[in-house]
Structures are given as C-alpha cells and as structure tokens.
C-alpha cells in the first residue's frame, strides 16, 4: 500500500498530538508504547515490544544485508515549574505544535515513524531497516534501546532522532559523572583547624577549573569538564570531616571513558569515583555513504554537546532530526508544524540517497 507522503505527514503530527496528551515520563511509558503500536498497526505493520520499547522490522527484511537501525524515544522528562501552558495540552499557535516531548523528541520520533513506514513495504533495499521507539532515553535506564539492543539483529549503522534541526551530528560526546571527595579534620569551630576540609576545597575547585586534557577532537572539541555540585557541612559550628564535589565531564572521541577516569584518579588532587564508564562518545565516518546523503541536500555536519541513545550503540551512527535542541527541557516546549513535514521529507531523501 502506498502512502501519499502529505498524508503520512498529516497521520504523524496527529500523533504527536496524541502521544503529548499522554503522559509518558521514563518508565511510565506503557501508554504510549500502545499509541505507537496501534498507529503502526493502521498501516499494516507488525510489531514487537519488550517491556516498553517498540520495534519493528521493514517487511522484506533480508539476514543477508547490512541492517539500519532508526531509533527515537517516546520518554519525556517531567514539565519544569516555568511551564504557563499546560505541558499536556498539544495545541497549535503561529505555526507551533506546543507540549510537553513535542520537541525531544516527539518530533523527530513521528517523523522517523513516518520514514520507516514510507520505506515499510519497499523491495530492493540495500539495508534491511528496524525501528525502534525506545523509552527511558531520558534517565538512560536499563529497560532503554541499551536494553533492546541485545535482542535484535547486528546493526550497521543507525539514525538517532533527535532535534538537530535535520543538520548531521556525526559525532557526540560522551558522558562520565564522578563523585569526588575533599578531605579535611573534623572540629569545633571555635578552635583552631589548619585542615579545613571547606577551605581545601578551594584550592581542588581551582584545579577542575583550570585543568584541561590534551586531545582535541576536530569535530566535538576539547574535553568539558564541570563542578556542578557541592556539599558539606550538617551546623553552623562544626567544621566538616569532607566536602562532596560532582563533576560533570563530556569526553571527545580521541578519548574513552576509561581513560579519562585513569587521568582524573592519577592526577586530580582528592579522591574521585565515576559512576559509569557506560555512556561514552559516538561518531560515523565523515565520508560514510550516508552522511554523503546528507551533504549532497546541503545539509550540514556538526559534533553535538549533548547525550542521546547514541551512547548505546557500537556501530557508526548519526544523530538527525527536526526540531532545535536548544528547545529541549525548556518551559512551554514546541516544535513547528513545519519542521515535522521538512524532517519527513529529509529524512525520505537521505534515505534514498543512501539505501539505492
């Protein structure tokens, strides 16, 4: 059955309207797991599910040929206190599908919907295509596409929607958290103390501020790291035994997690622990056949600062999609109606670009 692609792109701005309205926080996404089956269904494909996660395989799908994986979430955070709107309400203004996940990713979860279904039924493929619409992207949960993945076949290389304003992050970095601790003597505050573990800490805060590490990536840039929190102290009087730092750093590709850690542990001047080495950097081959798709519709090519499902694969990906990242996590959160029907659309061509 073939689809007219207004159509398609009218059914899946439909259902982005339906899946805002149901609240689909990680692990709560049971409901819109169903939407997304029923909506699939309508269109005559068969799909499968573990726990939350959706998927489905193209309907000539050939063990013989190299696999593409499209994958997007149907997760959303909970709506921040700035919200005037109400974050479960999809409506239109100006142009504006506003809601809770409209923009991440929402937007680009429909859309690839949409794609997967356009290239359902097609014969010839150079790859045979899964789509995943996996849950718990936003708290990287153990029931996410890292879950999924061991159930399905060998991926080759994978799209991974998310708003990027349909331009190719064909790198991203990863992410370690570590907890570190700066040590001091406990004491009265009234008395003399010459190892004050707040006032060491202000010499360990200088470190992080000013270390940096070697390798720079051409694509993502130096390696970032960042205090983002601190904590001592229980009363006024009592000069604490440790102060509690987390530091934030977001690893390039000319570096594991692994080896960040052994950097830090070696040379940072407390004590510091990650907390996984798991979520490491992603990256494709710039003159992968289908980032050449890509450019060839004059779409550009970045590295990306923030975190996605990218970090669970192990094959080349890329990270695309309709709306703006900026956008994200933000009070009365949209997308335009626009940017789903030109992400169908891209998304179409890069696909035929790269799957003749």
């Known amino acids: 059955m073939k ?19 149901i609240r689909s926080f990680s692990r709560e996404e049971d409901k819109t797991a169903d939407t997304i089956q029923k909506w699939l269904a309508n269109f005559g494909i068969e799909t499968e599910r573990q726990f939350n996660n959706v998927y489905a395989f193209n309907k000539h799908f050939d063990e013989n040929k190299p696999t593409l994986l499209l994958n997007s979430h149907h997760d959303t955070v909970k709506p921040n206190s700035a919200y005037t709107k109400d974050p479960f309400d999809p409506h239109i203004e100006d142009g504006k599908l506003f809601g809770l996940g409209s923009n991440d990713a929402g937007g680009c979860l429909v859309s690839l919907l949409a794609t997967f279904t356009h290239f359902y039924n097609q014969e010839d493929l150079s790859h045979n295509i899964i789509m995943a619409a996996s849950a718990e992207e936003e708290n990287a949960g153990e029931r996410s596409l890292r879950g999924l993945l061991p159930m399905l076949p060998e991926i080759d290389v994978a799209v991974v929607g998310e708003p990027t304003l349909m331009d190719l992050a064909i790198a991203e970095k990863g992410l370690v958290v570590f907890d570190a601790v700066v040590e001091g003597t406990p004491s009265h505050a009234a008395h003399p103390n010459d190892n004050n573990s707040i006032y060491n800490t202000i010499e360990v805060l200088e470190w992080f501020k000013k ?3 070697d390798k720079t990536s051409d694509v993502l840039g130096e390696v970032k790291m960042t205090v983002t929190q601190i904590k001592a102290g229980s009363q006024h009087n009592v000069v604490p035994a440790q102060v509690d730092l987390v530091i934030d750093v977001r ?10 850690a052994e950097i830090l542990q070696n040379e940072a001047p407390c004590k510091i622990t990650p907390r996984s080495l798991r979520l490491n950097s992603s990256a494709i081959d710039p003159d992968h056949d289908l980032v050449k798709s890509g450019l ?13 499902d990218q970090a669970a694969l192990s094959c080349q990906s890329v990270k695309l999609g309709p709306g703006d ?7 009365n959160e949209f997308i335009y109606v626009d940017e789903i029907e030109k992400g169908i659309d891209l998304y179409i061509k890069i696909l035929e670009g790269f799957l003749k």
Do not use: C, M, W
């Open 3 to 21: 689809i007219h692609q207004t159509e398609l792109s009218q059914k899946a701005i439909q259902l982005l309207k339906e899946l805002i309205a």
């Open 325 to 331: 990242s900026t956008r994200s996590h933000s009070a």
């Open 296 to 308: 060839a519709l004059g779409r550009k090519t970045y590295g990306s600062p923030t975190l996605s």
């Open 251 to 260: 690893v390039n590709d000319r570096y594991s997690n692994k080896e960040i």
């Open 211 to 213: 270390h940096t590490f």
